[in-house]
């Protein structure tokens, strides 16, 4: 610990008797300070032992005294040492009751004992203990780098939790509470969530101490991670400020946890192209050899039902549409293959998107294949998974977020995040399920959602996408000439075809349900056929003609 006033005031060679504020001894000396002036406060920094002969003093003045005693303790002076046998044979009794009104500790410092004496002993006394915590902050190394390496992060923080006599939490990348030490800081630290979340925003390293009436303890929460937007966050709580040695085993066990949470950009880089190469397979229909190269590291992912999930960023290009309108044109081809590319910077949808997708899989234990794909992320998930629920619930807070922006406004037909689900698939079946994700995305972005499920466009009708604008000019120009023939008065063939199509061309009912005769139904038909050049004995004539009726009457959805 640092010299005290007790602790010089027991110095044996320096022979200094107390004589006033003997109960404030115990008060740490941060320097030995000498000065005659008059008014020495403007070059104190508070924490000195002053030392004086009372050259320039009226030290039996007691109004001067006072005063002079007064402003050294709103300095942060914390004791007075007088040297006697130079200026006065022994102390003035009007400094000694200045000094024991205010309460500032006073030395008397016998003639024999220089001023450079009490200096050096406490410039000694300091070093020993800047000596001590340096020992102390290797020997806490140590022990945390053997924790780390032995007991991974769990020990790691049982033993910083142990060297600042208080508690340690690490927190995830989405702000969850990984491990804490001892077991009740568990309940501490979950309520520190949104002070970690507001640390998230702010580009690492960053800190912040959580403290106050409301608080039992002070907290101090360090961000982790060496990229502009933390992957992890550390909290440790202690009933006062560390000291040196504590503040060593802080700093150790954030470089520490630092290594083990960021991973290096070449594993991070490996695992992308594995993952991608995974990918590549499955959607190419070699699920084995897909297994074979995953191996421990996504091989349980593949035996189990999965979702696959594509998302795409607000800033996808005009390039990627009109690839994704070509993939579909071509029909069953597998669609190409995800090449690896970097995540996306701090504010980027997607990179948010995957960290709460990996946060939430790693928390449950889960394995999952994320393969950052330029604007787009694919995501290989377990069904009814964590990721999956993460993925699902990110979307909806998303959308939740974006009906409070747009309540008085109409949807925009892109936003910041587009997500598309598939249904449950297995291994031989991911290009079917990439496929059905791609839709569900198509169909998100049409419709001005976060995320589509690809079963809720199954379990739905396909009426509702007859209101596509493009589907209704498709109906507008297959009917115009039908609508053209009956504004002339010539005839109704535009009712005459509903009726006799939803009677799926029964001459009889259909043409009780115009009100006319069976022989005037058929000549309209004829006439439709006329109009149109095309034959309704074909039923591909008519179920365009069926969905083009539909489509002018349907209502948007």
């Known amino acids: 610990m640092p010299p005290t006033l007790a602790s010089l005031a027991h110095h044996s060679a320096l022979k200094l008797t107390v004589r006033a504020g003997e109960d404030r001894l115990d008060v740490p000396v941060r320097w030995a300070h000498v000065s005659e002036l008059a008014d020495p406060v403007p070059y104190m920094e508070g924490g000195e032992l002053l030392l004086i002969t009372a050259l320039k003093l009226d030290a039996e003045d007691p109004e001067a005294m006072r005063r002079y005693v ?117 309940r501490r630290a979950a309520r520190l969530t949104a002070e970690v979340e507001r640390l998230r925003e702010r580009p690492a390293p960053a800190s912040v101490v959580v403290g106050g009436p409301e608080h039992e303890d002070r907290v101090e929460l360090h961000s982790l991670g060496t990229g502009r937007r933390p992957r992890a966050a550390l909290a440790v709580g202690t009933a006062a400020a560390p000291g040196t040695a504590e503040r060593y085993a802080v700093h150790s066990a954030i470089a520490l946890l630092t290594l083990t949470t960021e991973r290096s950009r070449s594993l991070h880089a490996a695992e992308q192209r594995i993952g991608a190469a995974v990918l590549r397979m499955l959607l190419a229909g070699e699920p084995d050899h897909a297994r074979a190269v995953a191996g421990d590291l996504y091989g349980g992912l593949l035996d189990a039902p999965f979702r696959l999930i594509v998302a795409e960023s607000a800033s996808a290009t005009a390039a990627r549409a009109h690839a994704d309108a070509h993939a579909r044109v071509k029909g069953d081809r597998p669609p190409p293959a995800p090449a690896p590319a970097a995540p996306g910077a701090a504010g980027d949808p997607l990179a948010a998107l995957a960290e709460s997708v990996e946060a939430a899989a790693a928390h449950a234990g889960e394995a999952v294949l994320v393969v950052p794909e330029g604007e787009r992320l694919v995501v290989l998930a377990a069904d009814q998974g964590a990721a999956v629920t993460a993925c699902v619930d990110h979307a909806a807070a998303l959308e939740s977020a974006r009906a409070v922006e747009t309540r008085d406004q109409p949807p925009a037909e892109d936003g910041e995040l587009v997500v598309g689900l598939s249904a449950p698939a297995g291994p031989i079946a991911a290009a079917a399920a990439y496929k059905q994700a791609e839709q569900a995305l198509s169909v998100a972005r049409r419709r001005g959602r976060v995320c589509v499920e690809h079963e809720q466009l199954a379990a739905g009708s396909v009426l509702p996408l007859l209101a596509d604008d493009a589907v209704k000019a498709f109906a507008d120009g297959l009917l115009r000439a039908l609508h053209e023939h009956d504004a002339t008065g010539r005839g109704d063939l535009v009712a005459s075809l509903r009726a006799w199509l939803s009677r799926h061309g029964q001459w009889d009912a259909a043409a009780a349900d115009l009100g006319v005769h069976r022989h005037t139904l058929r000549y309209r038909m004829r006439r439709v056929e006329e109009i149109l050049g095309r034959s309704l004995d074909d039923p591909d004539v008519r179920m365009e003609l069926w969905l083009a009726l539909k489509a002018t009457s349907a209502e948007p959805s």
Do not use: H, M
């Open 70 to 186: 007064k402003r050294l303790v709103g300095a942060g002076v914390v004791g007075l040492g007088f040297a006697v046998g130079v200026n006065y044979d022994e102390i003035p009794a009007a400094l000694v009751d200045a000094c024991a009104e205010e309460g500032l500790p006073l030395l008397e410092v016998p003639r024999r004992t220089p001023f450079l004496a009490i200096s050096k002993a406490v410039s000694a006394a300091i070093a020993a203990d800047q000596y001590r915590a340096v020992t102390a902050g290797f020997a806490a190394q140590r022990e945390l780098t053997k924790q780390a390496l032995n007991a991974g992060p769990e020990g790691l923080l049982g033993a910083l939790a142990a060297q600042v006599d208080g508690w340690a939490a690490l927190y995830d990348a989405a702000g969850a509470v990984v491990a804490a030490a001892p077991e009740w800081a568990g």
